[in-house]
């Protein structure tokens, strides 16, 4: 006998036993098949062949084996979408089943069918099922909307199911009504735009409202994020929402007073700051808040990140309850930490003693992280409350007695802090800090110790000894240590030149000749340059008067955290990451705390800064086009939001009488002078003299042809120079003859554009080119234009009159009055609506953030400030344009990615477009 028997068998195998099980007669065996092949499926075996032989039990009454059948149904029927058809007949007439159960089931496996080809046969029983006498279908209907619009959404929208959503919102069962908000919430969160494709409507918050009451605790939850989503008229119905949702703090489960809290933080916004309302809200939200932390440590953490969000917004809310976030034996290390940030945010003068004593205690404990934040958080405390500091100095001396490795170097760094909040107040303490200078081996430690000596080296002395010994090993030690340890000794060079100039030359030497490090090496070369060229500079610069560090290092930008306390009881309130940061593929809602509408806002709002016209084309016809312009000093000026007022604005003038002859260019801009002595030492130290600045100056654009000019051609650009705006022209004369007698004017325009002196051009013989720079002042009529820079000019000359429209780019109208202070930044950013901010996507940027900052200065956009926040650098600019109009811009730039993303807030919308364009020509120049 051959080999052949081993690879025969009598068996059939599994799959063939299935397929005749699923094919018997009998019912019982029949079900014990299905439930094999659901249990086959569930484990990952491939049992995709028996769909055929499932599909036919599907014609049954027994209600368990057809949910078998619908769930393998579910998992097969994208991979074989033409046999899943088969079983569309029977998933309409289930629809239409006596039995609600079956009626709902059939529903709920159509729409998780994701098969295009089905989703038409879906629309008809969807639709009766949305409309069905019993409730529990009408929900599993919305929530198959909610599929349906995620396979399909033009669908969706063409078969009205939007509109049968909205109707399920007064419907009398609750449950309904929770289902359909969550499928409607879905829906909106999935809406490319951002954008809200249905919008909540004060009939239907009543409905919401009414149906709150009687919801399972998840429908409440589905109810309350919709209404976080929806702006109240004004803050009376703020106030009689809040009312109503009240009660729910007082939910057992946390989710829900998590959305509850939401929804009133974000109400609150609406009510005077001061008002009773708020006063008793904040009294309310306190114990629910503390309730929270008595939960499961899981629990615990997210109700704490949570806290940390809303006592930044509103610390009164829980300044009675520090004693609630003292640290527990047996917490675990996640919550430690958090409630240490908490007590820190809650301390002031009343509380200050007793969390001290905490902290002291804190510190000794066996976990490193937790001691290491404890005695950061001494610091904080000191900082933070003033009464407190040497209180806190004397705790932290306590603890460098100690002689725990980790803790003196964590003392020593706060302990720098402390002596930056309060110079000259606690410097007795040097000599007890020195005194530990061998055993810190930590960068930071090292670096904050190296800074106490520079700064205080004229009380130290032996401070050239002590720097010197950290030479010894400068290449070894990290470049936040050797940038530390070059200034320190530039700093006891300028205190003690007499006896550290070998010191200082050495490392100096070090930094600039033997280092890899460019920042370094940049400093070093500075410094050196300083010291040569001008001590008396270099004292000024290194020994110059330091701010105050901040109170609050670790806050939340403004911005940010009112996004955050619209996504309270979400992920993004963990992560203390707005969603698009961690959630790919959707845009999602934006959301915002609403402004107040109690009447307080400023009437700086409704100031209309360009006045609208009767019509946009104007009549050039009629100007009056002979020698100078009629623009000038006597036009009104227009309306200045800040108020500025215009003549304060507008820089520069016309020019002198000395200028350049008729407007023509000179040959080269005119040097800047008076530069202060520290801009020429920079560019000396860079090998360049001292140079005028121009901003972007766009390419120049045919204005006018030689065709519709009889022979004149104009080409020309727009530049601001010396705080003047110029029309940079070229003329050319191609006709056969010169031209003489020229003339220019320009018409109304937005920002009041006009020449500031004439046209002087004797002859422009024929073939001849002249290049004109025509100085303007922005003093001349206004009229609002479409597009908003649009302006329209009549050239004359002894031929014809000609007339032409160009743009202008926006930039030419920022003027360098234009940096704002932060603080001021900040508020204007805030008390501007947020529809008011305009969002925009540069591609291809080739610039670093300093590249960006230095480019956009140069076209007075200026930068208030920049972080780095979550890997991304923010850069925050302000600008103001010569009609008084502030424009506020945020960029956000991650490395590695060459999109820039520019937010723009303004109270006057009109320019974001020309915004957008011009940081878009400029970065891309």
Known sequence: MSDSKYFTTTKKGEIFELKSELNSDKKERKREAVKKTIANMTVGKDVSALFPDVINCIQTDNLELKKLVYLYLMNYAKSQPEMAIMAVNTFVKDCEDPNPLIRALAVRTMGCIRVEKITEYLCEPLRKCLKDEDPYVRKTAAVAVAKLHDINSGLVEEQGFLESLKDLLGDSNPMVVANAVAALSEINESSPTGQPIIEVTTATVNKLLTALNECTEWGQVFILDSLANYNPVDDREAKSICERITPRLAHANAAVVLSAVKVLMKYMEMMGHDSDSVTNLSKKLSPPLVTLLSSEPEVQYVALRNINLIIQKRADILKHEMKVFFVKYNDPIYIKMEKLDIMIRLTNQSNIAQVLSEL????????????????????????????????????????????????????IVVIKDIFRKYPNKYESIIATLCENLDTLDEPEARASMIWIIGEY????????????????NFHDENSQVQLQLLTAIVKLFLKRPTDTQELVQQVLSLATQDSENPDLRDRGFIYWRLLSTDPAAAKDVVLAEKPLIAEETDLLEPTLLDELICHISSLASVYHKPPTAF????????????????????????????????????DLLDINIGGASEGGAGAPPTTDLLGGGLDQLIGGGPVAPGGAAGGLAPGAAPAAGGGSGMNSLLGDIFGTGPTAHTGYVPAKQVWLTAQKGKGLEVTGSWSRRNNIVHMEMTLCNKAL????????????????LNPAQPLNIPTLNANQTLDISLP?????????????TNIQVAIKNNVDVFYFACMAPLHIFFTEEGNMEKKTFLATWKDIPATNELQYTIENV??????ISTKMAQNNAFTVAKRTLEGQDMIYQSIKLTNGIWALV????????PAVQLSFKSRVTDIGQGIFQIYDAILHN
């Open 360 to 411: 002291k205690e804190y510190a000794t404990e066996v976990d490193v992280d937790f001691v290491r934040k404890s005695v950061r958080a001494i610091g904080r405390c000191a900082i933070k409350v003033e009464q407190s500091a040497e209180r806190c100095v004397s705790t932290l001396l306590d603890l460098i007695q100690t002689k725990v490795n980790y803790v003196v170097q964590e003392a």
């Open 457 to 472: 080296a004229e009380r130290i002395d032996n401070a050239d000894e002590l720097l010197e010994s950290f030479l010894d």
């Open 583 to 618: 959630v790919e593929g959707k845009v999602g809602l934006k959301k915002i705390l609403p402004t107040r509408t109690d009447g307080d806002t400023d009437s700086e709002g409704q100031a209309q800064v360009i006045p609208g016209p009767d019509n946009l084309i104007g």
């Open 737 to 752: 003859s010169g031209m003489t007698g020229f003339a220019i004017q320009l018409n109304k325009n937005s920002f009041g």
């Open 776 to 788: 303007m002042n922005t003093t001349g009529a206004v009229q609002k234009m479409d597009p908003l």
């Open 846 to 851: 080739e610039c670093t953030s300093d590249g």
């Open 890 to 897: 945020e960029l956000k730039l991650q490395p590695g990615n």
